[in-house]
């Protein structure tokens, strides 16, 4: 049979739920380990498995983002050479306008790269992106306040982000439980996964691609 001219799932918005854990984003010295209450399903993929595990949790304070890959031995790292590492972008609207196509100043634009830099112990790093076509941006927080870290697994290496509440523009859940969410993931190895439909769209700046997070109430 032919390839359908729009995939299946840009007919379909899905609605993806995370739990309230409010003793997040704890100490900094210890993994998370987010539960599989906090898993996020990769609804594009259809047949096939994802490469990666991507968990959210939340409270007042703010977003905890998790993702997890196993069957590979270290994180490859972005080089000042240009060369490109493992890394996960995301984006999310704190008013959940899907109506929009030109992101609004409540639209954000975060990229985490498991490992950033060269030596022998590369590290992890956070940073927020303008949106390309917006039609106001987000104020663009300080890359210190989102807490990154790097924790290595038996075959695999677990990446977990702290968002504060002070880096999401009009982050106010008891007002708003809902926000617009998007992700993809670039791993060196296993290719792109993505959230839902894939680059042939512009969900990299068109709030109107993205889907829903739901934040549960306890």
């Known amino acids: 049979m032919p390839e359908p001219l729009i995939p299946p799932n840009f007919l379909f918005r899905f609605t993806l739920r995370v ?23 990769a609804v594009s993929l259809a047949d096939r498995q994802p490469f990666a595990e991507v968990r959210m949790a939340w409270n007042l304070q703010g977003l905890a983002v998790s993702w997890q890959i196993e069957n590979k031995s270290r994180a490859i790292a972005r080089a000042a050479t240009g060369t490109l590492g493992d890394r996960l972008r995301l984006w999310i609207d704190t008013r959940n306008t899907q109506n929009i196509h030109r992101a609004s100043r409540f639209c954000h634009h975060f990229v985490i790269h498991a490992a950033i830099g060269t030596g022998t112990n590369p590290g992890p790093r956070a940073d927020q992106s303008l949106i390309d076509r917006a039609r106001e941006n987000a104020d663009i927080s300080h ?75 306890d």
């Open 143 to 217: 890359s210190d306040l989102l807490q990154t870290r790097l924790y290595p697994l038996k075959g695999g290496y677990r990446c977990e982000t702290w968002i504060p509440a002070e880096c999401l523009t009009g982050y106010s859940p008891a007002d708003q439980s809902r926000l617009g969410f998007y992700y993809d993931l670039r791993d060196s190895e296993f290719g792109t996964q993505v959230l839902s439909v894939g680059p042939e769209f512009p969900y990299d700046h068109d709030p109107s691609m993205w889907q829903t997070l739901e934040l549960l109430k």
């Open 19 to 41: 739990p309230h854990v409010p003793e997040l984003p704890g100490n900094g010295r210890t993994s998370w380990n987010l539960d599989d209450r906090c898993r996020l399903p």
